[in-house]
C-alpha cells in the first residue's frame, strides 16, 4: 500500500479514484477561502459527490485503514492522515441547541443545497479537486475581495447559536467586516444552550490565532452577546480611569488594547492561552473597586478584587484547574512589574515576586502589554529593560545549588513542625542571593536561634 507524503497527495489520489467510479470531489469550507486568500492551511476538508456512502469506504478502504469520525455524518477519515473526507449531508434543527440537529446523508443533494448548510459566504465555496474549478453559489468570492462576512441563509444560520461566536472569530482572524444583517440576526440568538467546551474553543482560536483579539469581542458587543459568557467583560464597559494615566477612556478599551499588545508576546508563555486570558481577566476587578475621590478616579487592590469576577468567568469556560490557576496567578501579580520598575525597587524585591509567579517570563510580558495597552498624558514610561535585566538576576540565582531539606537533615537536624519554617528562611536568602554554604550556615544559626 503506497504512503502518500502529505495529506494533498492522499487527497488527490482519492479524488482521482472517486472520478473512476462516477463521483466528484471537492475541496471544500475554510481550505478554499484559505486558498484563495494565499493562507497557508494544514486543514483539509474535502466532500464527495455522486457515489453512496459504501461504495466511498470501499474506495477509501484502497488506501488504508478507513477510521470513521462521523459515520452517521457520513464523515470519514484514513488513518495515519489528517484528512476529513465527508459526503453532503442535510440538516434539520429540532431544538435550540448547538447539537439539536437530525443529519441525512444525501450523496446527490447538489453542490448548492451542500454549500446552503454551512455559516458564511466565504466558507461555502468549493473547489473541484481534479479541475479547480471553484464552484460559488453565494457570492463568496465577492465577500472575499470586500472582506465581508456575510450569513447565507438567515433560516439555516439562526439553528446554531455557536455561528454567533464564529462570526466574531472569523471577522478578527481574517480583519473581515461582518454585515450589518449578519450582525443584526446574531443579536438575536440565544447562546445559553451552548457546551462551554464549545465556547473555549471558539475563545481559544479568537485568543491564540488573532493578531487582534479585540475585534472577536468588538463584534460580540456590537451583537450584544457579551452577557451570558461574558458578563464580567461587559461590566467593564463604561468604567472610568484615571485619565492621567488612561487617557484611552474606560476599561473596556483599555482591556482591548492589552490583549492586542499580549498578542505579540503569547508565544514567550509556558502556557500562551492562560497568559491570553489573564489579559482580558486582568482588570475585572475595577468593575468592583473603582470610586471617584476629591474628583480623582482609583481602583486601589482591584488586582485582589479583581480575583473573584476572574475565577467565575474562568470556571464558567473551562473545566481545567491548572489553567484557571495559570490565570489567576498572573491576574494576581500583573501590578506589581510596573510598579517596581516604576520605583526602581532592589534585585530583592523583584526576586520575591517572580518568585510567588508561575511564569515570570509570562509576568514580564503581561506586564510590558498592559504597560503599552493604554495612552498616557506625559506619555509612556519603557520599562522592559529594567524588567528582563530583573528577571535575567532571578533565572541566575535560581539555578544555583541551594539549601535543600537533605542538606538541613544531613547536618543533624530533624525534621519536626517547624521544619518548613527552617526551609522557608533558607528560601529568603537563596532570593537574597546568598551562596549554598552561606545559607546553610546562616540557616543552621537560625534553627539554633528557635530552638
Known amino acids: 500500500m503506497i504512503v502518500y507524503r502529505t495529506e494533498t497527495d492522499l487527497a488527490a489520489a482519492i479524488a482521482q479514484a472517486v472520478d473512476r467510479q462516477g463521483g466528484i470531489c471537492w ?12 493562507i497557508d492551511s494544514k486543514d483539509i476538508d474535502m466532500e464527495v459527490h455522486g457515489i453512496q456512502p459504501d461504495t466511498l469506504k470501499k474506495i477509501l478502504s484502497e488506501f488504508g485503514q478507513v477510521l470513521t469520525v462521523g459515520a452517521a455524518f457520513g464523515i470519514y477519515s484514513i488513518k495515519g492522515y489528517s484528512l476529513d473526507i465527508a459526503l453532503p449531508r442535510k440538516e434539520t434543527a429540532r431544538g435550540t441547541g448547538h447539537r439539536d440537529f437530525d443529519v441525512f446523508v444525501d450523496p446527490f443533494i447538489g453542490t448548492e443545497k451542500a ?18 474549478e471553484i464552484c460559488d453559489h453565494f457570492g463568496g468570492t465577492d465577500d472575499l475581495h470586500s472582506k465581508i462576512i456575510r450569513h447565507i441563509d438567515s433560516t439555516y444560520f439562526a439553528e446554531d447559536p455557536l455561528r454567533v461566536l464564529r462570526g466574531a472569530l472569523f471577522a478578527a482572524r481574517l480583519g473581515f467586516e461582518i454585515d450589518g444583517e449578519t450582525v443584526s440576526l446574531c443579536s438575536h440568538m440565544k447562546l445559553d444552550t451552548l457546551p462551554k467546551e464549545r465556547v473555549e474553543a471558539e475563545l ?17 458587543r456590537k451583537m450584544n452577546q457579551l452577557d451570558f459568557w461574558f458578563s464580567e467583560l461587559a461590566n467593564v464597559i463604561g468604567v472610568p480611569q484615571n485619565p492621567v494615566f488612561h487617557a484611552e477612556g474606560d476599561v473596556w478599551t483599555h482591556t482591548m488594547m492589552v490583549l492586542d499588545q499580549a498578542a505579540k508576546y503569547r508565544h514567550k508563555a509556558k502556557n500562551p492561552f492562560g497568559f491570553m486570558l489573564a489579559a482580558l481577566c486582568h482588570d475585572f476587578g475595577k468593575a468592583v473597586c473603582t470610586e471617584i475621590s476629591d474628583g480623582k478616579i482609583r481602583s486601589i487592590g482591584h488586582e485582589t478584587e479583581g480575583l473573584v469576577p476572574a475565577e467565575s468567568f474562568l470556571r464558567r469556560i473551562t473545566s481545567e484547574t491548572k489553567l ?16 517596581l520598575a516604576a520605583m526602581n525597587a532592589g534585585v530583592k524585591s523583584t526576586n520575591r515576586m517572580f518568585d510567588l509567579c508561575t511564569d515570570p517570563d509570562a509576568l514580564v510580558c503581561i506586564a510590558i502589554a498592559d504597560n503599552y495597552g493604554r495612552i498616557m498624558q506625559n506619555g509612556i514610561t519603557p520599562h522592559e529593560d529594567f524588567l528582563y535585566k530583573r528577571l535575567e538576576i532571578f533565572n541566575e540565582i535560581m539555578a544555583k545549588p541551594y539549601v535543600r531539606g537533605k542538606d538541613l537533615i544531613d547536618a543533624g537536624t530533624e525534621p519536626d513542625n517547624k521544619f518548613g519554617d527552617y526551609l522557608e528562611y533558607a528560601h529568603k536568602l537563596r532570593l537574597a542571593g546568598v551562596d549554598k554554604d552561606s545559607a546553610l550556615k546562616q540557616t543552621l544559626a537560625y534553627i539554633r536561634k528557635k530552638k
Open 115 to 132: 454549500a446552503m448548510r454551512r455559516d458564511f459566504t466565504v466558507n461555502a465555496l468549493m473547489q473541484n479537486m481534479l479541475t479547480g
Open 204 to 220: 481559544y482560536k479568537a485568543l491564540m490565532q488573532a493578531d487582534r483579539p479585540s475585534v472577536f469581542f468588538e463584534n460580540l
Open 324 to 339: 484557571i490557576n495559570y490565570t489567576l496567578n498572573l491576574c494576581a501579580l500583573h501590578m506589581k512589574p510596573n510598579a
Open 27 to 38: 475541496y471544500v469550507g475554510g481550505y478554499v477561502r484559505d486558498i484563495l486568500l494565499g
